[in-house]
């Protein structure tokens, strides 16, 4: 497996990319995590919805404090995914985008800004009047910026390393505001919990993301701008290529393909007229066949053409080669669905949840002090994920990216805790 393993990674581009985009995300939320909020969990927050005995709403056990704000996460995480299952089941498309467009411009606004005015709060003095309207343009200029960014990122064609970027740092920002929110143990809980969920919502047959891909021909794959990280979109690229390339020719193409379906019509109207072809004297076949053959030597154009026998077999078929051209051409550049994009099997994609996990992992981890059993987490989070992507996917079907990089993560954490204590406790 091991020789496997390194023989893909060698092997493909894409699945570089994808892991060096994850050690960058889990870089980014270290930053931020460790640089702006030195890894103090946001109490106020953890109030509204979780059980802490830094607080009076607690059960008097840390680790049954833990195992209830993990089920309650799962559980709010669970009916959210069947609401959205039942929007895509039913055909609410509109629902659908609106939600997923409510959520991103959220994120690019909302979490990014609030990040934003938390750093230079710290940096400004904010009882200073001048420092604290410094504060309040660096907040709101660059998110500004992020945003109208961000959103011809996920909503125009923006370029696909311009996507790549803002799932990184988007993902980041989500992982912080959990970090923040969950409660010293919390998190722990709610990753095992979800990555017994991901199982159950990937490969379950009554799973939600398992019924969502069924409907997935019904989107146009730039819905999965929202939902996915891609290392490479060739099939889409291909397409805007292609269909740029022939724009030039678009109005001789048109004008082709409606002669030769004028021509199609035409020849409908010969069964009509064999009963009549039949009545005619040997005196009026030859007319006729003397007025085909002058007629195919002549320039033959629909307006002229009465049916479809005056037109010179050379020239019928010919333009029906050509007609047959212009049906595969419509076919190879109808819009790419969702579900095209997913079996396409050319390109490497990961979950924004995916990056989201890994991330919440590091940052719990880097609670615990120990620079490296950080750096052990965060190689086993990679390792699990190269075998997830090499040996235990399948083209045929989604793998669920979450359990194995969260497995090896939490395992290499904590062997690694435990030797370091022991050397050094």
Not at 14 to 37: A, R
Not at 110 to 117: D, F, N, P, Y
Not at 142 to 149: E, F, K, N, R, S
Not at 259 to 287: F, N, P
Request: proline share 2%; aromatic share 12%; hydrophobic share 45%.
């Amino acid at each position: 497996m091991l020789h496997q393993i390194y023989h893909e990674f060698r092997r493909s581009s894409q699945l570089q990319w994808t892991l060096f985009s994850v050690v960058v995300n889990m870089s980014l939320t270290l930053s931020i995590w460790i640089g702006i909020y030195q890894m103090q969990v946001n109490s106020e927050l953890s109030k509204l919805y979780f059980l802490d005995d830094s607080f009076e709403r607690t059960t008097g056990n840390t680790t049954l404090d833990g195992l209830i704000n993990g089920f309650a996460t799962i559980l709010v995480l669970g009916c959210v995914s069947f609401v959205m299952l039942a929007f895509v089941l039913y055909d609410f498309q509109r629902v659908v985008k609106a939600w997923l467009t409510l959520s991103c411009m959220l994120i690019l606004f909302g979490v990014s800004g609030q990040t934003l005015h938390d750093l230079f709060t710290q940096v400004f003095d904010q009882n200073d009047e001048n420092q604290y309207i410094l504060t309040v343009a660096l907040t709101v200029i660059p998110t500004t910026i992020y945003g109208v960014l961000g959103i011809y990122a996920f909503f125009a064609n923006g370029s696909l390393a311009l996507h790549q970027f803002f799932v990184i740092s988007n993902c980041s920002l989500i992982a912080v505001f959990y970090l923040r929110a969950f409660p010293r143990y919390t998190t722990w809980f709610v990753l095992w919990m979800v990555l017994l969920w991901d199982l159950f919502a990937v490969l379950a047959p009554m799973g939600p993301l398992k019924k969502v891909q069924d409907k997935a021909s019904d989107y146009s794959n730039n819905i999965l701008k929202f939902l996915m990280f891609a290392a490479e979109d060739k099939r889409e690229t291909a397409g805007i290529d292609a269909a740029e390339d022939s724009s030039e020719n678009l109005n001789d193409e048109r004008k082709l393909r409606k002669d030769v379906k004028q021509l199609i019509e035409l020849y409908s109207k010969k069964d009509a007229q064999d009963d009549d072809d039949e009545e005619h004297t040997d005196d009026d076949e030859s007319d006729t066949t003397e007025s085909s053959t002058t007629t195919s030597s002549s320039d033959v154009t629909t307006s002229s053409i009465s049916t479809a026998e005056e037109v010179a077999p050379e020239e019928w078929n010919e333009l029906m080669e050509q007609q047959q051209q212009y049906a595969e051409f419509d076919q190879r550049y109808v819009p790419v669905t969702a579900a095209d994009a997913l079996n396409d099997g050319e390109t490497v994609r990961l979950g924004f949840g995916d990056f989201v996990f890994y991330s919440l992992l590091i940052g719990q981890t880097a609670t615990g002090g120990s620079v490296l059993a950080v750096a052990c987490s965060a190689l086993g989070i990679l390792f699990g994920l190269v075998a997830t992507l090499t040996v235990f996917s399948s083209g045929e079907s989604t793998t669920p990216a979450l359990p194995i990089p969260v497995i090896c993560g939490t395992f290499c954490y904590f062997i690694s805790k435990f030797v370091v204590d022991q050397v050094y406790g």
